[in-house]
């Protein structure tokens, strides 16, 4: 069964600390990745997807197939990315396989 | 561009009410979802529809039902409301044209069961 894991439910770090959101899949194909997050009171917004290989708000995701990872990254912490963040890979049926998600929370 | 727009944003219910909550999208998107989300589980699907006048079961289906009667809207019913259907509600929709697409959502429904 196609699966997401996000095996931190949550993570607090510093601002200015680096941050990585890990994300492992189980996909027999080759799925679409996207990150998506949601700040406090506002609706899932899409953050990233690794098609386009962009930088968003400072954070990245590589996909490794390898290791069936996308883990998201930034090297430079903010308070305004505290939220929850949900790796989300979208199978051929155009179905969006949902992580927990990752509850971030940036200190001062 | 209004997106997604779910009604009601809140709701309170009692135990065995019904309810409907709407879906309005204005992207002319064929796929739509309505997922629940709950602490530490992230979203869960209830149900989805890939196009006007078809639906079909997610992941959580019991104690709901759903109907896309117009392409644009797609209605979450709760005929006899649980306190366990107590949860955030979201809509979202997605374009099947091209391989790379985003899920716009809707802002949520607090609903709450007592």
């Known amino acids: 069964a196609q699966r997401v894991t996000q095996p931190e439910k949550l993570l607090s770090v510093f601002k200015g600390a680096p941050v990585e959101l890990k994300c492992n899949y189980s996909?027999?194909?080759?799925?679409?990745l996207f990150w998506y997050v949601q700040y406090s009171r506002q609706r899932l917004q899409l953050l990233l997807r690794?098609?386009?290989?962009?930088s968003i708000k400072g954070f990245t995701a590589d996909l490794n197939k390898g290791e069936t990872s996308f883990h998201l990254k930034k090297p430079f912490a903010q308070e305004e990315d505290s939220a929850m963040y949900y790796c989300a890979p979208r199978d051929s049926n155009y179905q969006l396989i949902w992580g927990a998600g990752t509850k971030l929370i940036i200190k001062p | 561009n209004a997106g997604v727009t779910q009604t009601p944003k809140f709701r309170v219910l009692k135990t065995g009410q019904s309810m409907t909550l709407l879906c309005a999208q204005d992207m002319n998107h064929e796929y739509m979802y309505w997922y629940r989300q709950d602490p530490g589980m992230g979203l869960r699907l209830i149900h989805y529809?890939?196009?006007?006048?078809?639906?079909a079961k997610g992941e959580v289906p019991d104690g709901y039902n759903v109907s896309r009667l117009k392409k644009q809207n797609f209605l979450l019913g709760l005929e006899s409301a649980a306190p366990s259907q107590t949860s955030v509600y979201f809509c979202?929709?997605?374009?099947?044209?091209?391989?790379?697409?985003?899920?716009?959502f809707g802002q949520g429904t607090r609903l709450t069961v007592v």
């Open positions: 996909y027999s194909g080759s799925p679409e």
């Open positions: 979202a929709s997605i374009t099947s044209r091209g391989t790379d697409t985003e899920a716009f």
């Open positions: 529809s890939v196009g006007e006048g078809t639906t």
């Open positions: 690794h098609i386009s290989r962009e």
